[in-house]
């Protein structure tokens, strides 16, 4: 499927919601966007296919909407924990396929898995985990946390590792750590080789436990 024919629903349109519904329709895709209240819902009208009132907590309102038809449903009620628990049961009940939902803290992410959310987000606490990161270290260009403790990092290759070959940095054998892809300026490969040697300035695109890649990055 294209990205075009995907439809993305999103409930709640504060500064989160918003943000996400205007990267996605940036990006091509159809999105929906609903909130309770009237004057969000005019705030996101000039960004999305549509907006739409409504009450996500009401079964009658998540049916009427015919939910269930969408790729993928964020629910970034943040404020209101309760309707964000309650809207994430009703969407899932409903039988909607991926439900992404943001957590405040670890409690609530904890109930959103447990009531079945797909993909759950802490957003300030992955930005404030990806800010340290660069801060400790300006070879690391990227961190993203994926989940259940997997991450994705792209790092830039200094003195240290020039003229090496891929395979002889310790992290390219260590379990479930995949090497995804190389850059060296526009060019890029996916899967590189093991035999790739290094240049000053090329990026390591990698995933694996955040464990073992933080481990890892310190030695680099
Ligand atoms: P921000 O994203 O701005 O950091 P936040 O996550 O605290 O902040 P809120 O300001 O709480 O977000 O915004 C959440 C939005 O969700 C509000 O606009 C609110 O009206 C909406 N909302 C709350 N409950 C429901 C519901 N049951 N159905 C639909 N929308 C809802």
Redesign the pocket.
């Known amino acids: 499927m294209k990205l075009a024919d995907k439809q993305f629903a999103v ?8 943000s996400v519904c205007q990267e996605l329709q940036d990006s091509g895709t159809q999105v929906l966007a ?4 009237e004057d ?1 819902v005019q705030a996101a009208a000039g960004i999305v296919t549509q907006g739409l009132i ?5 079964e009658d ?1 998540v049916a009427e909407l015919k939910l269930s038809d969408y790729d993928m449903v964020m629910v ?5 924990i309760n ?2 628990i ?2 994430t049961l009703v969407l899932k009940e409903a039988g909607v396929k991926s439900v992404w939902v ?1 957590a ?1 803290d670890k409690f609530h992410a904890k109930i959103l898995q447990k009531i079945g959310a797909d993909h759950i987000i802490m ?1 300030e606490r992955d930005m404030g985990i990806r800010v340290a990161r660069k801060m400790l270290d300006r070879r690391v260009l990227e961190f993203q946390p994926l989940g259940s403790g997997i991450a994705m990092t792209e790092i830039v290759v200094g003195a240290k590792l020039m003229g090496k070959a891929l395979s002889e940095l310790p992290l390219f054998h260590d379990q479930g750590v995949q090497v995804l892809g190389f850059k060296r300026g526009s060019d890029v490969q996916a899967s590189p080789s093991g035999e790739q040697t290094l240049e000053i300035g090329d990026v390591i695109i990698i995933v694996g436990p955040e464990s073992t890649l933080v481990t890892r990055l310190k030695s680099l």
């Open positions: 409930i709640g349109l504060g500064r989160f919601g918003l609903i909130d309770l209240n969000r409504a009450n996500c907590t009401n309102a970034a009620i943040g404020s209101d309707a964000s309650l809207t943001k405040n957003p």
